[in-house]
């Protein structure tokens, strides 16, 4: 793994904590949905860091 995809990972790592540390406090529905979608792009991004799509080339 590289060290940028590693750097990356880390990053994206600390944002999930840091929304689900956030999802615990007492927010509004409004908050609470832009954070929701927030962690679940950022889960996203980690999938796709961890296990990127294979394109064969010709």
């Given at each position: ?10 990053a ?39 296990h ?7």
């Amino acid at each position: 793994m590289t060290d940028e995809r590693l750097a990356r990972l880390r990053a994206h790592d600390k944002n999930i904590s840091r929304y689900r540390r956030l999802l615990k406090t007492n927010l509004s529905d409004l908050e609470r949905q832009f954070l929701e979608q927030r962690l679940s792009e950022e889960k996203s991004a980690v999938e796709s860091l961890t296990h990127p799509a294979f394109y064969p080339t010709d």
